[in-house]
Each structure stands twice: as structure tokens, then as C-alpha cells.
């Protein structure tokens, strides 16, 4: 079938399917695509520079400036005595020249005199030893005191700037990331949390399982928190240490909410609130927010790894945008990118220069998977203090760009472009929609797994990544999304080691199943239920039903090992996992293992459930090459026409373009139809390339 000739008539539901790409947003109209800022630091730089810089950053064509994020000590010199004129001052500039202004909540940064004075408002880690003033993200969240400051500073700067038009937004904090805090504060807090949760001291008992090894409590009051610090983390009561990851997710959803409602008493419905979560959270659990407008992301891909290729290194990690651009839209429907290396950065492994067009190739990627912002950290490059040799988009002279800021005006210009050839209301082409996948995702199967790994080779954060990635590289459109969501407006539903289930989940599996749709399922779903306990029943009980096959027992191997599989005529290897199966009468084995003690035994199966079908790929490859396979046979046995991208070449649609970027460190000659209208870039994408197209209406695409 010709993929640019009429394909087949689908009638499937795409308007829910990346709908932040088709619906217009309260904040970020459809027609701007994608709107451009920077974090600007008045408080680092002499007052007499700040109009020389206000207006260099308009003239290299932003559109917001983002301020006050680390600037307590300025706005509250001293306890109860504020001071804005200074801001005034900045914003006042800002609009002269233009500039929106994003304003920044600073509770991640607290003053001198605070430490001095409430050394409660700090931390505590796992040996006690409470943090101290110097650095940042130190606040103990749950202590009433500090949450008291911080009501007060960000009341403060709602009256004074909630009102002002030319302030577009909030963000609150920096880079929440749920940070274990053993103070008595947190101790307290997290002994009422349970209660909340348990009622009974019985009912903890049972979930924590402690009658192993003495455990047992007689009174919420015993509780400590599991410290892993002194109790070493092997040992540790794994239920207990997820309950502590819950409670701290909870604590820091519940600060962040906490933030924005003491905002919302006064400012306009015009205000968006927002929090910057980093790219890999592992803490932070963007779900567990609700009185957000949306999140975003910061986004640092170059951090010193080899990456795809031999320039891979000056290109950075693919599957950091790759993922997080999808993920924060699971917390208000649209995301963007708070936060983007502007060049090399001073913590990582090594800082490499970046090869000509990477940032702007980051850029590209943000907006192509529907990112309604980008901005970047930071305007000037410091010339003193902890950051000295983090790149800017302004050179340590304070006027000269560098190679990252040149490509963040080039980027910004060709936006500027894509504007005027916007039109609205154009519907993803069948060809995509016909391909639409998600990737199910919940942060607690992260912390049990990455708990109780079992092997040293299971990659956890990777895994679900590896999914992802392999229905990018068919082309397909895809979503990272909650278990709580419609799965009805996709096609085809992957669940990646989805640990802990039950009955009603399970349930929605089914349905969307047999209603038609395409799930495939991997090794390690369902072993659990939401305490993390093994069913008393056999290895991933709720799910037999549904793959048609019982998984009687895993393998995995040795680093050097050599586990093989074959699938038709087709050999792989795997030595990381490797399930079992027992297929039912009228399951289809796709592959079975083809060595070891167990050589024949069913290793994927398909099973057809009313009118779709759930594949259950119990082996997890480095290689991905089986996997890929796998899935490529059940789009095609869909009718979905899926294309072959190597490593690093991403393609989106978006707003009625297609944007393809290349991480890879060879040239990618895109196969596209003569008739397509290239708007950025060329054929061949060098690597670090871009490339926008569009197709003339008349290609039913
Ligand atoms: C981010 C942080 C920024 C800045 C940056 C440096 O994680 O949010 O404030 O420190 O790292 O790369």
C-alpha cells in the first residue's frame, strides 16, 4: 500500500490524541506554536546593566523574561521587610521593551536570616544532620515555619504583581523533586500521613508485612521513618520505603498546590501556574498535582554521555526530550520546556562543547512534540559563584552570544516563519492517526521496581523509554499516560513492566481490548498488588486471563550470558529477563526460547480478545531488536504502515507540520514526496539537523 495515496478509511477517534497539538489553550493561543523566554537574574548583575540587557534580550527576539526565582534574599532582606522596587524597576524595563514577564516563586532559595534564626525550616538527612544556608532546595516543606515564610513571600508578590498585565505567569519553586527529609517535622508528618491512610495500626501491620523480622507496631506513634541511610537499603521493609516515597510525592504535590492556591487568592485568571519538574523525576510525581494549569520540564540532555554515534557526545541524550515532553502533559493536557541547555553545562560527567545546531536541534524537538514554551537557563553567563562555567546564551562579556544563543535567535526567526504558514484546525493525517500509540506510565512502578530490581541489569527508568523510542522509530505519534486514562483514542497501548495492578485495571485493559484496540503487555506487569505484595495465586495472576498464558517462572542471566530466541526464522538474543510462558489452547506463541534448560518454552505470545489482541513480551533485550520486531508485527498485522527511523531520527506532526530531528551522528535522508514544501532544513538532516515540511492539502496523507 503507497502510504501518500488514499491509504484505507479508519474510523478511529483521533481528536483526543495528542490534543494539545489540535486545541487552542487558554494561555498559549494555537497560531503562536510555541513561545520563546529566558531567565534573566537582575539581582546578579549591576543596576546599571539591567536596561542594556532587557533590551538585548528583546532584540534577539524572546518573548518573556523569566524572573525572581532565587531572589528571596532581596525581596525580604530582612524577616517582614520587603522590598520590590528593584522588580518594579526590571518589569517596568521588560515592558518597555516588550518582554512579558514570567514570574518565579523563590521558597527554593531561602535568606540568610532565616537559617540564623528557624534552623527547623531546613531538612534533615538520613544521619540527622540538619542542611544548612548556602545552597538551595534545602526547605523542609512539611515544617510549619517555613511554610509559613513562604505564604508570606508569595502573598507578597501575588498582591504586588497578580494584577500586572504584563506578567504571564508563575512558576513556583525550582525543580521539585520530593527530596527525603528525616526532620521531626517530617517525621510527624509522615506518621500522620499514614494514619490518614491506614486508620488502624492493624491495617499498616498487614500492608507493611511486619511481622517480618519483629516489625510489628502497636501505636502509629512507633513509626519512624524507614531510613535506608542506617538501616542499609537491602534490608530495608520495602512496603514501608514505598509508603515513605508516597508520603514524600504526596508532600511535595501537596507544597506545590499549597503555592499556587495562596497565588490564586490574588491573581488574575490570565496568570498561568506552573512548576518546572526535571526531565527524570524520580520523586516528583507530576499526577499527584491538581491546582497546577499545567508542567513543564527542564530539559539537559548533554550531561557527559556517549550517546548514539561517535558525535553523540556533543549531541546529548535523545530520550531526554523524547520523554519528558510527553510525560508533563499528563498534569493539564500541555507541557513545555522551562529550562534548556544553552551549551555545555558545568556538572557533568565531562562539558563538552556542542556540535553546531544541537540547541537549536533541542529546541526543534521541544516544540515538534507540541511544547507550548521554551525557555532557556541562562541569559548571562555568571562570572563568579558555584555556576562560573555553565554556558549562557550571553558570553561572561555580557553582550556577545554564544554559539547557543546565535541558534536560539536563528531558532526564534524561523518560528517567526512557521507563524505566518500556520493554519488552523488541520487534522493529523490518517497515516498517523492510524499508528497512535501510548506508553502507560505511573512513577510507583519505578520505585518498587528500581527497589527490588532482582537483576543489576533491569535498566527501570530506561525501560519504559525503550517503548517509546521503539514507536518513534515507526513514525507513530505517541503519548505517555496515566492508567487513568482514555484508552479508547489510541490504537495501539503499550503497558511496560507495569509492577503493581489490580482487578479494575485490569478490567480497562480488557475492554479497551476487546473493543478493539491493541495492548501489548511486558515482563513484570502485574506481579503485584498496590502494596507491592506477590499475589497469594499463581506469577501475575490478573493478567492470565487476558494474555491467554501463565507465566510459570523467570530467568535471567549473566552479563556474558547468552540466552537465545527465535521467532519464525529469526534468531535474538536477551540476557536481562526472560518469562516462561504457558500459553492456553488458541494463544498464538510468536517466539520461544531457543537455548538453556527450557529450550522451546513460549517467550511472546498473542492472544485475540473480542475484537483486538494483547501481546505479552516476557523477555527484555539490550538490543531491543526482538521487541522491535515484536511490535512491528502487530502494527502491520493492524494495517497500520509504519516506517523504520534509525536510533536518533524523530519524526512529529504537529500544528499541519512534520518536524524531524537527528540525534544520530550520520546523515538521514528523509524519504518524503516530491510535492512535500520544505519550510526549515533540507532532505538530508546533517547530524544535529532539523527539518519542517509540509504537505499540500491535496495529499490525503
Ligand atoms: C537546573 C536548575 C537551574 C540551574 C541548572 C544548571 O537543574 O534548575 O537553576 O542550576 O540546573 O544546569
Redesign the pocket.
Known amino acids: 500500500m503507497n502510504k501518500y495515496s488514499i491509504l484505507f478509511i479508519i474510523t478511529i477517534l483521533i481528536s483526543g490524541l495528542n490534543a494539545t497539538a489540535q486545541e487552542d489553550n487558554r494561555f498559549f493561543p494555537e497560531k503562536d506554536l510555541i513561545t520563546t523566554g529566558i531567565?534573566y537574574y537582575p539581582e546578579h548583575w549591576n543596576e546599571n546593566q539591567w536596561e542594556r540587557d532587557i533590551k538585548k534580550i528583546s532584540g534577539m527576539g524572546y518573548e518573556f523574561v523569566h524572573l525572581a526565582?532565587?531572589a528571596w534574599f532581596k525581596m525580604e532582606p530582612r524577616e517582614g521587610k520587603f522590598d520590590f522596587d528593584w522588580l518594579d524597576k526590571v518589569i517596568r524595563l521588560c515592558a518597555r521593551y516588550n518582554l512579558k514577564v514570567l514570574m518565579c516563586t523563590p521558597s527554593a532559595t531561602t535568606p540568610a536570616w532565616m537559617r540564623t534564626q528557624y534552623p527547623e525550616t531546613f531538612v534533615m538527612d538520613g544521619h540527622y544532620i540538619r542542611a544548612e544556608h548556602g545552597t538551595?532546595g534545602l526547605g523542609s516543606i512539611v515544617n510549619p515555619v517555613y511554610r509559613k515564610f513562604v505564604a508570606t513571600i508569595v502573598t507578597e508578590m501575588a498582591r504586588r504583581y497578580g494584577q500586572n498585565k504584563n506578567v504571564i505567569g508563575w512558576q513556583l519553586d525550582?525543580?521539585p523533586d520530593a527530596k527525603p527529609d528525616y526532620s521531626p517535622s517530617s517525621q510527624e508528618a509522615f506518621r500522620q500521613w499514614l494514619k490518614n491512610k491506614y486508620k488502624t495500626i492493624e491495617a499498616l501491620n498487614a500492608a507493611w508485612g511486619a511481622a517480618f523480622w519483629s516489625q510489628w507496631y502497636s501505636d502509629f506513634d512507633q513509626i519512624i521513618i524507614p531510613n535506608t541511610s542506617l538501616v542499609g537499603w537491602w534490608g530495608n521493609n520495602p512496603h514501608a520505603l514505598l509508603d515513605f516515597k508516597r508520603y514524600l510525592a504526596d508532600a511535595q504535590a501537596e507544597f506545590l498546590d499549597f503555592e499556587a492556591t495562596t497565588l490564586r487568592s490574588y491573581i488574575s485568571k490570565a496568570q498561568f501556574v506552573t512548576t518546572?519538574y526535571?526531565a527524570v523525576s524520580t520523586g516528583a510525581d507530576p499526577r499527584r498535582t491538581n491546582k497546577l494549569d499545567f508542567a513543564t520540564y527542564?530539559a539537559?540532555p548533554n550531561g557527559g554521555t556517549d550517546n548514539i554515534g561517535e558525535q553523540g557526545f556533543r549531541l546529548g541524550n535523545s530520550k531526554v526530550i523524547l520523554f519528558a515532553a510527553e510525560y508533563y502533559k499528563m498534569a493539564g493536557g500541555v507541557s513545555g520546556v522551562m529550562?534548556i541547555?544553552p551549551g555545555p553545562?558545568?556538572?557533568g560527567n565531562y562539558n563538552p562543547l556542542l556540535l553546531p545546531g544541537t540547541v537549536r536541534m533541542w529546541l526543534y524537538h521541544a516544540f515538534a512534540a507540541g511544547g507550548k514554551l521554551a525557555c532557556s537557563?541562562?541569559f548571562r553567563q555568571i562570572n563568579y559563584s558555584a555556576?562560573q562555567y555553565?554556558a549562557g546564551v550571553i558570553q561572561p562579556d555580557g553582550i556577545t552570544p554564544s554559539q547557543g544563543g546565535e541558534e536560539y535567535m536563528q531558532f526564534i526567526k524561523e518560528m517567526k516563519e512557521l507563524r505566518k504558514q500556520y493554519k488552523p484546525g488541520v487534522a493529523m493525517p490518517a497515516t498517523l492517526a492510524a499508528r497512535s500509540t501510548a506508553v502507560l506510565w505511573n512513577l510507583e512502578n519505578y520505585w518498587t521496581i528500581d527497589r527490588q530490581k532482582q537483576t543489576s541489569q533491569w535498566d527501570t527508568w530506561n525501560y519504559p523509554v525503550k517503548f517509546l523510542e521503539i514507536a518513534k522509530s515507526f513514525g507513530a505519534p505517541v503519548d505517555v499516560v496515566p492508567e487513568t486514562a482514555d484508552l479508547s483514542k489510541y490504537r495501539f497501548v503499550i503497558v511496560p513492566a507495569y509492577e503493581m495492578a489490580d482487578g479494575a485495571l485490569v478490567k480497562k485493559w480488557s475492554e479497551y481490548v476487546a473493543n478493539g484496540g491493541h495492548l501489548i503487555i511486558t515482563c513484570r506487569t502485574a506481579t503485584k498488588d498496590r502494596m507491592g505484595h506477590f499475589w497469594e495465586a499463581e506469577w501475575a495472576a490478573p493478567i492470565s486471563a487476558l494474555i491467554g498464558a501463565q507465566v510459570k517462572a523467570t530467568d535471567m542471566l549473566s552479563n556474558n550470558g547468552k540466552g537465545e530466541i527465535l521467532m519464525g526464522s529469526a534468531h535474538y538474543s536477551w540476557n536481562n529477563w526472560g518469562d516462561l510462558l504457558a500459553p492456553d489452547k488458541g494463544t498464538e506463541t510468536l517466539a520461544v526460547f531457543d537455548n538453556q534448560f527450557y529450550k522451546g518454552k513460549a517467550a511472546v505470545v498473542k492472544h485475540k480478545v473480542g475484537k483486538g489482541t494483547v501481546t505479552y513480551i516476557g523477555v527484555d533485550t539490550d538490543d531491543s531488536k526482538l521487541e522491535r520486531d515484536v511490535l512491528r508485527g502487530i502494527y502491520d498485522g493492524a494495517g497500520a504502515d509504519t516506517e523504520n527511523y534509525p536510533p536518533g531520527i524523530y519524526v512529529y506532526w504537529r500544528d499541519g507540520f512534520y518536524v524531524a530531528v537527528n540525534y544520530s551522528s550520520d546523515s538521514y535522508t528523509m524519504d518524503m514526496p516530491e510535492t512535500a514544501n520544505i519550510i526549515v532544513g533540507e532532505k538530508t538532516l546533517q547530524p544535529g539537523g532539523v527539518l519542517v515540511w509540509k504537505l499540500p492539502s491535496y495529499i490525503k496523507n
Open positions: 531567565y526565582e532565587f538551595r525550582n525543580e518546572n526535571t527542564t539537559y529550562e541547555q553545562v558545568n556538572w537557563y541562562r555556576e555553565h
